[in-house]
Nanobody
Framework: QVQLAEFGGGLVQFGGSLRLSCTAS????????MGWHRQATGLEREMVAR???????VVADSVKGRFTISRDNAKNTVYLEMNNLKPEDTAHYYC???????????WGQGTLVAVSP
């Protein structure tokens, strides 16, 4: 059974930094795509960043230049380095992984990132 475990959320001041990590367990295969989505109170979940196994990435315009995604395929782990955080970045951040061999995507439980003004 595949599970995603997220770490690194917390409270940070405006302009601060945090690093999120997410490790997928329960699969012997690496995931084709891994990434992060977020959902703020009252808003829909949105994609933040995604990285494919070949190294290609996509990053939302709202965080481009401030957030960096990386991954360690051997460890089935994806990271999100968040710099220059703003109050509008406050949200629950969810790890995402997709495996075409298994035929579905997977989601973590979410970790809260809160940025104070």
């Amino acid at each position: 059974q595949v599970q995603l475990a997220e770490f690194g959320g917390g409270l940070v001041q405006f302009g601060g930094s945090l690093r999120l990590s997410c490790t997928a367990s329960g699969s012997a295969e690496s995931f084709y795509a891994m990434g992060w989505h977020r959902q703020a109170t009252g808003l829909e979940r949105e994609m933040v960043a995604r990285m494919w196994s070949d190294g290609a990435t996509v990053v939302a315009d709202s965080v481009k230049g401030r957030f960096t995604i990386s991954r360690d395929n051997a460890k089935n782990t994806v990271y999100l380095e968040m710099n220059n955080l703003k109050p509008e970045d406050t949200a629950h951040y969810y790890c995402y992984a997709y495996s075409p061999k298994i035929g579905r995507d997977f989601w973590g439980q979410g970790t809260l990132v809160a940025v104070s003004p």
